[in-house]
Antibody, heavy 123, light 114 residues
Framework: QVQLQESGPGLVKPSETLSLTCSVF??????????WSWSRRPAGKGLEWIGR???????NYNPSLEGRVTISVDTSKNQFSLRLNSVTAADTAIYYC???????????????WGQGTLVTVSS | DIVMTQSPDSLAVSLGERATINCKSS????????????LAWYQQKPGQPPKLLIY???TRDSGVPDRFSGSGSGTDFTLTISSLHAEDVAVYYC??????????FGQGTKLEIK
């Protein structure tokens, strides 16, 4: 059974950098089978996809966040990470990591998801 | 971006009754080469992460009860719960995976018991 677990600070000051790590259990990032994604859910709002990373380090980002976001992978630790710089209160959200599960015929869906971690941006 | 719009924003249904949630995409998510709509539905219960329910607009994921069904093609989609159970209280999201620039979700529909 594949499980993902987010970790990182729950409080970040405005203008600083948010850093989170996702640890993967039961699957191997280095196998190159899947992409691995970050999403977030601000309070009272819907889900927003942030971006994804492949085992090679290749990435795709949401254009709305491009320039502030970096997603990286550490295959030796079976982890991938999110960095979001110059944060504001608008970046306060529950952050989730997920596997981009491959479907036959080329599609990808998010399954499974980590439990999520609340990050609050406040001084 | 492909904008996903759900309706209604919230819904209250009696136990045992049918619940219907709609999702509309700003452009078609039907891939002509395989005739599949790249549309998924997720369920998010309070305090839990989203859970995949349906993909390809109508294929239930493994272990999902058959009271959940998806329909539609192109730009208009529906999630139906045929007989509401108490454990179905959740927020439901549609998501398109036709384009990863970016992947996008609907705003969510909150389903409650009447």
């Amino acid at each position: 059974q594949v499980q993902l677990q987010e970790s990182g600070p729950g409080l970040v000051k405005p203008s600083e950098t948010l850093s989170l790590t996702c640890s993967v259990f039961g699957d191997s990032i280095s196998s190159g089978t899947h992409y691995w994604s970050w999403s977030r859910r601000p309070a009272g709002k819907g889900l927003e996809w942030i971006g994804r990373v492949y085992s090679s380090g290749a990435t795709n980002y949401n254009p709305s966040l491009e320039g502030r976001v970096t997603i990286s992978v550490d295959t030796s630790k079976n982890q991938f990470s999110l960095r979001l710089n110059s944060v504001t209160a608008a970046d306060t959200a529950i952050y989730y990591c997920a596997r981009d599960r491959n479907l036959a015929a080329g599609g990808k869906v998010f399954d499974p998801w980590g439990q999520g971690t609340l990050v609050t941006v406040s001084s | 971006d492909i904008v996903m719009t759900q309706s209604p924003d919230s819904l209250a249904v009696s136990l045992g009754e049918r619940a219907t949630i709609n999702c509309k995409s700003s452009q078609s998510v039907l891939y002509n080469s395989n005739n599949k709509s790249y549309l998924a539905w997720y369920q998010q219960k309070p305090g839990q992460p989203p859970k995949l329910l349906i993909y390809w607009a109508s294929t239930r994921d493994s272990g999902v009860p058959d009271r959940f069904s998806g329909s539609g093609s192109g730009t208009d989609f529906t999630l139906t719960i045929s007989s509401l159970h108490a454990e179905d209280v959740a927020v439901y999201y549609c998501q398109q995976y036709y384009s990863n620039s970016p992947y996008t979700f609907g705003q969510g529909t909150k389903l409650e018991i009447k």
